[in-house]
């Protein structure tokens, strides 16, 4: 019999980015989106902040406000695929907050890497699927999702899950990357994204693939319109976006 000779380390590295692009496509991206965050929560807020030179927390501020939750200031929040529960405990922080936040993301690893941010008697992490959450119909004042919402497996059906949980007029906002409409922005936008990127991310997180997957998840995911129509058609109403950083990321806030 031949023998099979041990896979090097080209040969890994080629079969997870494999992986990772299939998953971008959609095949297999609920399966490869749950192991792969439960891979790298032990340094996820790390990279988050060092590889986007920590203008992540200006954005994750502005969608906050998006959310207008002063309207509601007690209300139940959710926030979906929240990963480490970085936007949760930057809600339940705001002063003349006094609601509760639940924290929801199949990634449980990812939670757990959260606890500690804030008192759970306001910030509740909860393993779920974005496709079936454990809420009741209307229950919910308002949701939000941060770089998460293009690891869903199906777009419309978790728009449709969240438009479900929330009460009439309550806002939902997505925060996500996007791809710069200027060319000159967009190819120096590339480089990073493509090359420099992943390259840091595997280095600092020992993963394969998860930070080729970042870019190649963005490349498939839906244009900032094309966004805001699936959003409409979900049933959120007076649907808008707005371009963040040259395009870099955007903002889109729907009505329930």
């Keep these: 019999m031949p023998v099979v000779p041990p896979p090097n380390e080209a040969t890994e590295r080629a079969e997870s980015t494999g992986r990772a692009e299939q998953a971008a496509r959609g095949e297999g991206k609920r399966e490869y989106v749950q192991q792969m965050f439960s891979d790298i929560a032990p340094r996820y807020d790390l990279l988050n902040h060092v590889l986007s030179m920590n203008i992540d927390k200006a954005w994750r501020r502005k969608a906050l406000r998006a959310l207008q939750w002063t309207q509601r200031p007690a209300g139940s929040y959710l926030d979906l695929c929240a990963g480490t529960l970085d936007v949760g405990a930057a809600l339940v922080k705001q002063p003349g907050f006094t609601g509760f936040v639940a924290g929801a993301d199949f990634a449980v690893p990812m939670l757990r890497h959260g606890n500690g941010k804030a008192s759970r008697e306001v910030l509740a992490p909860v393993g779920a699927d974005a496709l079936a959450l454990p809420f009741a119909t209307a229950s919910l004042d308002g949701a939000i999702v941060a770089f998460g919402i293009r690891n869903v497996a199906d777009l419309d059906a978790g ?6 949980v929330l009460k009439p007029r309550a806002r939902f906002v997505i925060l996500e990357f996007s791809t710069p409409p200027l ?21 600092v997180s020992g ?42 990321a955007a903002i889109h806030v729907g009505t329930a």
């Design 183 to 203: 060319a000159i922005v967009r190819t120096f936008y590339h480089l990073y994204f493509h090359h420099v990127l992943p390259r840091v991310g595997r280095l």
């Design 207 to 248: 993963h394969g693939s998860a930070y080729t997957y970042l870019p190649m998840s963005v490349s498939h995911f839906p244009t900032e319109e094309t966004l805001a129509g699936h959003m409409r058609r979900a049933g959120f109403t007076t649907v808008t976006w707005e371009r963040l950083t040259f395009g870099i």
């Design 159 to 164: 728009l449709r899950e969240v438009h479900r």
